[in-house]
């Protein structure tokens, strides 16, 4: 199986906002991350992010960080895009089900009307959270293949 580390955590109040590091977090079952804006009952309750994805945008912004592109997790080590709808990641103590891969950039980020590229819409991914619990920077990432669903 393949394994990576959690290299950051990032939340905001509102949706817009840069979001913030902060150095562990509450995932809330069928909610998502305590304190930011884009936890609920939906789909995209978390967003994830390798650091190799960032690193090829700081060939052109180099002050670049993660968090930059809205992702509530950055990895390492982890190949986020090669993920699967259906995906499992233990992430410490919580397990996180990929919901979508990408998504649709309607208004082109900062980053975008910036360098003409964003990583985030296609090599991203979203997950809801189906076991909670807290996560730390640093703290392992297992990828596991789609396990079966939740009741």
Same mark, same amino acid.
């Not at 982890?78 to 208004?107: A, F, N, S, Y």
């Given at each position: 199986?393949? @394994? /990576?580390?959690?290299?950051?955590? $990032?939340?905001? !109040? ?17 909610? /998502?991350?305590? /304190? ?15 650091? *190799? $994805?960032?690193?090829?945008? =700081? %060939? =052109? ?12 997790? !950055? ?6 895009? %090669? &993920? ?6 233990? #992430? /410490? *103590?919580?397990?996180? *089900?990929?919901?979508?891969?990408? @998504? %649709?950039?309607? !208004? ?26 807290? #996560?730390?920077?640093?703290?392992? #990432?297992?990828?596991?293949?789609? &396990?079966?669903?939740?009741?």
């Amino acid at each position: 199986m393949e @394994k /990576g580390k959690v290299i950051a955590i $990032s939340i905001s !109040t509102r949706r817009g906002l840069p979001k913030r590091n902060v150095p562990e977090a509450i995932f809330i079952r069928d909610w /998502g991350i305590e /304190g930011d804006a884009h936890a609920g009952k939906w789909h995209r309750q978390v967003s994830i992010l390798a650091v *190799e $994805s960032i690193d090829k945008m =700081r %060939e =052109r912004i180099p002050s670049l960080r993660p968090g930059a592109f809205a992702e509530n997790l !950055t990895t390492r080590f982890v190949r986020v895009p %090669e &993920l699967c709808v259906g995906d499992v990641l233990k #992430v /410490g *103590e919580v397990l996180l *089900e990929i919901t979508q891969r990408g @998504k %649709e950039c309607h !208004t082109g980020c900062a980053i975008y009307r910036i360098v003409g590229d964003c990583v985030m819409p296609k090599e991203g991914v979203f997950a809801r959270v189906i076991k909670g619990g807290k #996560v730390r920077v640093g703290d392992e #990432v297992e990828v596991i293949k789609a &396990l079966a669903p939740t009741p």
